[in-house]
């Protein structure tokens, strides 16, 4: 057929060498984006067919890269046009985790407003309130728990949020945890 597009000769016979270089600079662009939180790039290119899941080679998500660095109308307007909150990179960390760890409440109300679980762990079995309670951010302890969190759910070494705390020298989050349960 005259209107079928013709692969040049010598790409049928070699093999598949991955993305050209226009490719890799978009992607690099779209990543470098979310990074940044580029709030209105995304709402352009999200309306234009631009997947919300799309994923780098560590498999960290446009929604992992916007929320972990902070930039809550980013995250915003990706989960608004579908972005999953629980999808997980290639090391099992989700967006809740991460924020949970940067100390961001306005993004953990975000991520669980939204569908992110509460009590989803990593692959060691941590969970958000874990993280935020090793490394001492008791605003969002307190939101986490008042969301439902598990202080009792235990890590594949069977410490609790409480004993991560303690072993991390977090007093004011494992005081907190003390006087939770």
């Given at each position: 057929?005259a209107?079928?597009p013709?692969a040049?000769?010598?790409a049928?016979?070699?093999?598949?060498?991955g993305?050209?270089?226009?490719?890799?600079?978009?992607?690099?662009?779209?990543f470098?984006?979310?990074?940044?939180?580029?709030t209105?790039n995304?709402?352009?290119?999200l309306?234009?067919?631009?997947?919300?899941?799309?994923?780098?080679?560590k498999?960290d998500?446009?929604?992992m890269?916007?929320s972990?660095h902070?930039h809550?109308e980013?995250t915003?307007?990706?989960?608004?046009?579908g972005?999953d909150p629980?999808?997980?990179?290639?090391?099992g960390q989700?967006?809740?985790?991460g924020?949970?760890?940067?100390?961001n409440l306005?993004?953990?109300?975000?991520?669980l407003?939204?569908g992110?679980e509460v009590?989803g762990?990593s692959?060691?079995?941590?969970?958000?309130l874990?993280f935020a309670?090793?490394?001492?951010?008791t605003?969002i302890?307190d939101y986490?728990?008042a969301s439902?969190?598990?202080r009792n759910?235990r890590?594949?070494k069977?410490m609790?949020?409480f004993?991560?705390?303690?072993?991390?020298?977090a007093?004011?989050t494992?005081?907190?945890?003390?006087?939770?349960?």
């Amino acid at each position: 057929m005259a209107n079928e597009p013709q692969a040049p000769a010598q790409a049928s016979s070699a093999p598949d060498s991955g993305p050209d270089e226009e490719t890799i600079r978009l992607a690099t662009q779209i990543f470098n984006a979310a990074r940044a939180g580029e709030t209105d790039n995304f709402r352009h290119w999200l309306e234009q067919g631009l997947p919300p899941n799309m994923r780098n080679q560590k498999g960290d998500s446009l929604l992992m890269l916007a929320s972990y660095h902070g930039h809550v109308e980013t995250t915003r307007v990706l989960l608004e046009h579908g972005a999953d909150p629980e999808l997980r990179n290639d090391n099992g960390q989700n967006p809740l985790a991460g924020a949970a760890f940067k100390g961001n409440l306005a993004m953990v109300r975000l991520l669980l407003e939204n569908g992110a679980e509460v009590d989803g762990s990593s692959p060691d079995g941590k969970t958000a309130l874990m993280f935020a309670a090793m490394f001492n951010h008791t605003e969002i302890v307190d939101y986490l728990l008042a969301s439902g969190a598990d202080r009792n759910a235990r890590e594949s070494k069977g410490m609790t949020a409480f004993d991560l705390a303690t072993a991390m020298g977090a007093e004011a989050t494992s005081a907190q945890l003390a006087r939770a349960g």
